[in-house]
């Protein structure tokens, strides 16, 4: 389980989060949504301490600490129970694909080599990279990277994995096969808290949408009442937008959302 | 005289790099206080010439020695200390800050990302720099430390201003027994050629190493 409360940052005058708060219970795949600049990369940075945010509580599992004095050990405690999956991969890029998931283990878990070994090449077998283990990450294309970048998470067995925006940097022939992965991942009954703009992966994944803007929670619902019944004005014209935007791309994509649409 | 010209060579740009490598490292994570002081230190040492850095070296030496010992109650004399000391400490001011920038910059140019994921996977500050930043900085820092290193060889060739024995003087002590300047010039020179080569050696060889996680830019 991991919960925020009314967390609070900024950066010099700028605030980005004024507020928020969020529950992810066991098990549970929650979808954050949000305009460009509403602070959902801000506040997954400010979950593991990427970012120092300003005050707030958090929660993950037995540990609750306070922003705004949370201790050196603290920090890492946590960052020990919460898996981070980057934008863009971020992969060491001195190791190959296997030492990339095995390293955490060996030096964090203080697991045995041959052990994380073969817990590592059961990670990236499970995201179909079992040819690619030797491999470093300037040769496999963003798609193997992030699926790597998901390996190394899931591999340390946290008690949740945040996802910031896992596919936005791919083309979209990659797009498929990570999202295919990280429904894997959601099947598994992993804990996730994912920032995306895929909404059919919200749609079809997520236990619980949450709509950011301006650094709080503006309105948080099953897929959907989100999606198919949003209350709020703001959610509704971001959904139009970001709908009107993915059909003028492509043509193809298929969101319950379009009912949005028609509706209008 | 090969002995205390070797333990020149050996030592200095040890010593170089690895309290560059800790000033580099001062400065990039920016410790209060030690960081600023090395701001200026740096500053300082990079504006001097080398050749007026050993001279003062030398000076406070011979004038001030004895002072230092009595403050420090150390039971030293000027005598009992081998001016070759001396030396080593001169090119390590000389040389320290260029080679600490050049560790800087690689220390800089590693991307934020790869600090964040050792972060992420749950690594320490030192487990992040030791297993993750350190082998790629050290990839990048290989040809321009290289350069420093045989710059830091040839200015070995200044400290004669401090008498103190090195490869050219070496020389040309040998040469006025004999009168044979050209040779013992010669002499010189191929000695310091044969050290350069070693020193590209065994750069090629380390960027070898480290090259493998990239791939080969065509
Ligand atoms: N390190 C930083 N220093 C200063 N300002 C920052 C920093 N990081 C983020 N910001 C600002 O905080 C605001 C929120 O950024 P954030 O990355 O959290 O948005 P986001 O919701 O993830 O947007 P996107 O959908 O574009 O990724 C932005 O206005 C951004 O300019
Ligand atoms: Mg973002």
Same mark, same amino acid.
């Given at each position: ?14 605030? %980005? ?6 529950? %992810? ?25 990427? =970012?120092?945010? *300003? ?109 910031? =925006?896992?596919?936005? #940097?791919? *083309? ?13 991942? #959601? ?14 992966? #919200?749609?079809?994944? #997520?236990?619980? %949408? ?7 929670? %503006? ?46 | ?79 009992d200390v081998n001016l070759i000391y001396i030396a080593i400490l001169g090119l390590t001011i000389v040389s320290l800050s260029g080679i600490s920038e050049v560790l800087r910059s690689g220390l800089i140019a590693i991307p934020k990302g790869q600090f964040e994921a050792g972060y992420a996977v749950g690594m320490t500050a030192f487990q992040t720099f030791r297993d993750i930043i350190f ?68 750069? /090629? ?9 990239? /791939?080969?830019?065509?």
């Open positions: 389980m991991i919960e925020i409360k009314n967390i609070y940052k900024s950066f010099d005058k700028l605030k %980005v989060l004024t507020g928020a708060s969020i529950r %992810v219970e066991p098990h549970q795949v929650v979808v954050v949504l949000g305009p460009s600049g509403s602070g959902k990369t801000t506040m997954l940075r400010c979950i593991n301490f990427l =970012e120092r945010a *300003d005050s707030g509580e958090l929660t993950v599992g037995d540990m609750t600490i306070d922003f705004a004095k949370v201790k050196k050990k603290e920090i890492h405690e946590i960052r020990k129970k919460v898996g981070f999956v980057f934008q863009n991969y971020n992969l060491f890029a001195n190791k190959t694909a296997l030492q990339n998931v095995m390293h955490g283990l060996v030096v964090v878990k203080k697991m045995p080599k041959e052990q994380a070994r073969k817990k590592a090449e059961d990670a990236l077998a499970w995201v179909r990279l079992s040819d690619k283990l030797n491999y470093y990450p300037s040769q496999l294309s963003g798609g193997q990277q992030q699926r790597v970048g998901i390996a190394r998470a899931i591999a340390l067995e946290p008690e949740i994995i945040l996802f910031d =925006e896992p596919t936005s #940097a791919l *083309d979209p022939e990659l797009i498929e096969e990570t999202l295919e992965v990280m429904k894997n991942v #959601a099947k598994q009954g992993i804990t996730m808290l994912v920032v995306t703009h895929e909404l059919s992966f #919200a749609q079809d994944i #997520a236990d619980k %949408v949450i709509f950011m803007d301006g650094g709080v929670v %503006v309105e948080e619902g099953t897929p959907e009442e989100i999606f198919n019944n949003p209350k709020e004005e703001r959610t509704k014209q971001f959904l139009s937008r970001i709908i009107a935007a993915k059909s003028f791309d492509a043509g193809k994509d298929k969101f319950a959302g379009e009912s949005l649409c028609q509706e209008k | 005289m090969c002995v205390k010209v070797n333990g020149l060579f050996c030592r200095c740009p040890v010593i170089c790099v690895v309290l560059g490598m800790l000033a580099a490292l001062v400065r990039t994570y920016r410790l209060p206080v030690i960081s600023k002081v090395l701001d200026v230190f740096m500053a300082l040492c990079k504006a001097f010439p080398a050749n007026l850095i050993l001279l003062i070296c030398i000076m406070i030496y011979t004038y001030k020695f004895n002072d230092f010992a009595a403050f420090f109650h150390l039971d030293v004399n000027i005598r082998p790629q900085m050290f990839r990048v820092v290989i040809p321009p430390l290289t350069n420093s290193i045989l710059s830091l060889l040839k200015i070995t060739a200044l400290v004669n201003v401090m008498g103190v024995s090195d490869i050219l003087k070496s020389a040309t002590d040998a040469a006025t027994e004999s009168y044979a300047f050209l040779e013992a010039y010669v002499a010189a020179a191929l000695v310091f050629w044969v050290l350069g080569i070693i020193i590209e050696r065994i750069s /090629k060889m380390l960027e070898k190493y480290f090259a493998k996680s990239v /791939k080969q830019i065509a």
